[in-house]
DNA sequence: TAATAGGGTTGCATTTTAAAACCAGATTCA
DNA sequence: TGAATCTGGTTTTAAAATGCAACCCTATTA
């Protein structure tokens, strides 16, 4: 049967991951960001199949992650570029390099350095923090009672939990 | 044909992706993360099929973002319960979180308000960060020449980016 | 002894996916 | 003018993945 979709989960996680979970939409934003922007680049760069990226771009497209611009050039020519929206995933992008990088590091490569233009100087973790910017780890943090995020049991309150 | 798989991508967002990047595997290393442990609770809330569930978890212990614990209850009785590996992806989930609350907010529902246990002040939205703390956009970062990450033209050097 | 709970596995129909071939408008080349 | 090329797709076909329901086995409870 069909794949489940998630569009109008109660569930944040799961109407985020309708629209970037599969398999490809992350690595067409993550080119998108390292600058890629024609439909070409994005076919030789990720070694798609080309229906299947007019399906994911389409769908980023509709989704606002992307905007598709007709820049006239050279005939017919479309660019895609990131919304603010898709630039938001800035985030979990560099979080899940993060996480490939440390779990699973390629033997041949070095870890990806990423650094701020201005300083030159290597970016942080990405991490939970407090207010004060502090980091949390999961079992620093609770949600409080009357949330509606916490319907399907959000907090620790079973007696195995914790 | 069969889906792609990344194991031995040279890009680590990939070979994440590889691991958790499918519709189910997040939202279960999330529901762990609520405190889920046990085979019917997560297929119960996830509502997700029995075969793939096993084989979601299966993957996942293969991948040791969980492990499979015999606890010897009620006859035969295991819990799935998060490694190391698998509670360093709370980033990535708060972060899939909370783009999901911003962009595609649920009408009936309160964005979820997770606190710090300790003060229960509200956590920061996650950020990328430069060394001191401060919040960086994809435009303020670059990829110094040298990297081998930089391969599929990481820095913006093409005459179109920027 | 039967019913039930936990943790699966198996069969089967439906979708998705990947690969490659094909298509159509615009542009450059000869 | 006409052929080759570039760009951005659509179509076709076969292999996987998914969802559902039924089944299985062990252990516990009624």
């Known amino acids: 049967m069909a794949r489940k979709r998630f569009d ?14 599969d398999w490809w939409s992350l690595l067409v934003v993550l080119h998108a960001m390292y600058g890629t922007r024609r ?9 798609i199949a080309r229906n299947i990226l007019c399906d994911r771009l389409a769908r980023l497209v509709d989704n606002e ?6 820049v006239g ?14 630039r938001d995933l ?29 300083t ?5 973790q990405v991490e939970v923090q407090d207010a004060d910017g ?8 609770f949600v ?6 916490s319907e399907h049991k959000a907090s620790e309150s079973k007696k195995k939990a914790g």
């Open 120 to 124: 030159g100087r290597t970016i942080r």
């Open 39 to 47: 439909f070409v680049d994005f076919q030789q760069e990720l070694g």
């Open 90 to 118: 800035f985030p979990i992008v560099i979080a899940l390099r993060q996480w490939g990088d440390k779990w699973n590091p390629a033997p041949d490569q070095t870890p990806l350095d990423l650094r701020d233009r201005e």
């Open 73 to 86: 050039e050279h005939g017919s020519r479309f660019e895609y570029r990131l919304t603010e929206k898709g």
């Open 8 to 21: 109008d989960s109660s569930c944040s996680v799961a109407r985020a991951l309708n629209e970037v979970g």
């Open 134 to 141: 502090h980091p949390l780890t999961v079992r620093d943090v």
């Open 65 to 70: 992650v992307l905007k598709k611009v007709d």
């Open 144 to 149: 409080p009672e009357g949330n509606s995020a």
